[in-house]
């Protein structure tokens, strides 16, 4: 059996797509529903039972899920990733104590653990974005969601559950089934609907002197190929600790928009807007990801350009209303 946190979210129905892809449907989703449209993600595909997340740890350590030695493996996607959430209080009970708990879980039972840290946990990136276990504590995140990683991380390293887990510190990740992550959800998901209703896209204008309109920079990486990673990591035992994941590239956003007006066919209308105000401050101006670590852990990656993930994106699911 795997357990999957965060099983019916945006990267976790992407794993469970590939695990019943690859013939495994003995999969625990655990996750939490509400009363969204979050659910329309597990539609057409295969597991073993859903457990909310609230209840699942108390059941988890009752052994309602056996002594740990029908687990394969733990993939704990689930957590608050609203880089925006400001209760600091329900980001650390969310991402660092119930992880906490989770990953003792695991190392007490020897179960392959492997987590979602975030590139959040680089704040404005001046100092780098290398995946390095010495360097982490010299981290500056620049919002409580990035923070709350990388105490996780922190956690992670100083008990020895790095030294038997994987975890992976996604960048940019977009694609299909994000639409539920509301305000959170990739430019790309939003930037079809403005451009379909006005024909236009708006981008937020530059505020550092040197930097053009749009030429901020993100590493973007397609859903697809991440939950790919997510999957060979869970494999590789052997390989274990911190790990960036992205493409290894720093896009603009002008060269983002661009794609996806090239996939609708429609020429490019970009229009600059101010940064607001409230988040100015804490904007970042570049990313890419040091993908040296992973690649000589796993070797060559699946990870495909951007041009052909946004098309597939928008042709294959937006504009077809069909999840993955």
């Known amino acids: 059996m795997i357990i999957l946190t965060g099983g019916a979210g945006f990267i976790g129905s992407g794993v469970l797509r590939l ?25 057409g595909k295969r597991f073993l039972d859903y457990v909310p997340k609230d209840r699942f740890l108390e059941q988890l350590v009752a052994g309602a899920f056996g002594d740990g030695k029908e687990i394969d493996a733990v993939v704990h996607l689930g957590a608050c990733s609203a880089t925006t959430e400001r209760d600091a209080d329900y980001l650390y009970d969310n991402n660092v104590k119930y992880s906490q708990e989770l990953a003792a879980f695991c190392a007490e039972k020897g179960v392959r653990l492997v987590y979602a840290s975030s590139a959040a946990t680089y704040g404005d990136g ?16 620049l919002n409580m969601y990035g923070y709350s990683k990388q105490l996780f991380d922190e956690w992670a390293l100083d008990t020895g559950v790095l030294e038997r887990a994987a975890g ?44 053009a309109d749009g ?15 997510v999957l060979k990591l869970v494999e590789r035992r ?18 983002l928009a661009a794609a996806v007006f090239g996939a609708l066919g429609r020429p490019v209308d970009v229009e600059y807007v101010d940064i607001p105000e409230a988040i100015r401050g804490k904007y970042q101006y570049h990313t890419r990801a040091e993908m040296g670590k992973l ?9 495909r350009s951007l041009a052909d993930a946004v098309t597939d994106y ?8 069909e999840r993955w």
């Open 314 to 321: 928008v042709q294959s699911h937006l504009l077809t209303d």
């Open 238 to 255: 052997d390989v274990n600790g911190l790990f960036n994941l992205g493409s290894g590239q720093a896009h603009t956003w002008n060269q």
């Open 19 to 43: 695990l019943n892809d690859s013939g495994r449907h003995d999969v625990l989703v655990v996750d939490h529903l509400g009363s969204g449209e979050k659910w329309r993600n597990l539609v």
């Open 295 to 303: 690649r000589a852990a796993l070797g060559p990656l699946p990870i």
């Open 168 to 211: 992976i510190k996604f960048f940019n990740v977009f694609g299909p089934n994000e639409a539920h992550k509301g305000d959170m959800r990739s430019l790309v998901d939003k930037a079809v609907g403005q451009i379909l209703a006005t024909g236009k896209l708006k981008l937020f204008r530059s505020h550092r002197e040197g930097v």
């Open 215 to 229: 030429e901020q920079t993100r590493d973007f990486i397609y859903v697809k190929d991440a939950a790919a990673v």
């Open 126 to 141: 001046t100092l780098g974005f290398l995946d390095e276990e010495a360097a982490l504590r010299s981290l500056k995140p």
